[in-house]
């Protein structure tokens, strides 16, 4: 069965900070990897999405993520966090594309000044 | 154009009480999604509607959830009687055809007591 870990379940960076939240997961095959986020009051959002091809995923508001395969990793990345980018954000893999994913149980990211 | 809207936006009820979540997808939006999280844990996949056909109802829990989709528009999902166990939050995504990207709500936070 498809599961993810997300071994952080909170982490405080300072504004300006660089920032890696950390994934693992576990997928038979080839895996379609998600990370989303959610901000207070929103739905969740879609950051960014690994299907196949680079390995080096660009998203939204700045973030990246890398699929390594031999980890089994897909960790976010962004180089300088924003006040704004505290939030909660969620790993997810899925064996059919947008279908059938499961997500990790969260990471909260606080920003302090 | 509208995003997918969830009301109420909290719900707090007695052990054994019935409560009725609803869900507005994105219009023209085919397909509805119902997922839940529970405090502290991942977000888990309930069931997926189809127009007003259930398509996939494989993460419903038990049968004291009950989730409608009369005339393939909004939606509802009845937990009768509640328990404690059934806090957490609900969300409702919506996408336009099956592996399109799902478009999150806010979620709904149930509270059991």
């Known amino acids: 069965a498809q599961s993810v870990t997300q071994p952080d379940i909170h982490i405080t960076v300072s504004e300006g900070a660089s920032l890696e939240l950390r994934c693992n997961y576990s997928?038979?095959?080839?895996?379609?990897l998600f990370w989303y986020v959610q901000s207070p009051g929103q739905g969740l959002q879609l950051l960014l999405k690994y299907f196949s091809g680079d390995t080096l995923v660009q998203g939204i508001k700045g973030f990246e993520a890398e699929f390594k395969r031999s980890q089994s990793s897909f960790n976010l990345r962004k180089p300088s966090v924003h006040w704004s980018d505290a939030a909660e954000y969620f790993c997810?893999?899925?064996?059919?594309?947008?279908?059938?994913?499961?997500f990790g149980t969260g990471t909260k990211l606080q920003v302090i000044p | 154009e509208a995003g997918v809207t969830q009301f109420p936006s909290h719900s707090v009820i007695e052990k054994g009480q019935t409560v009725t979540l609803r869900c507005d997808p994105i219009s023209g939006h085919d397909n509805l999604y119902w997922y839940r999280r529970v405090m502290g844990k991942e977000i888990k996949f309930l069931l997926h509607?189809?127009?007003?056909?259930?398509?996939?109802e494989s993460g419903m829990p038990n049968n004291r959830f009950l989730a409608e989709r009369t005339g393939g528009t909004y939606s509802t999902l009845k937990v009768q009687p509640a328990e404690l166990e059934d806090s957490g939050v609900y969300f409702c995504?919506?996408?336009?055809?099956?592996?399109?990207?799902?478009?999150f709500g806010p979620g709904t936070r149930l509270t059991v007591l």
């Open positions: 995504a919506s996408s336009q055809d099956w592996g399109d990207e799902q478009f």
């Open positions: 997928y038979g095959a080839t895996p379609y």
């Open positions: 509607f189809v127009k007003e056909s259930k398509q996939d």
């Open positions: 997810a893999v899925g064996g059919g594309g947008y279908q059938k994913v499961t």
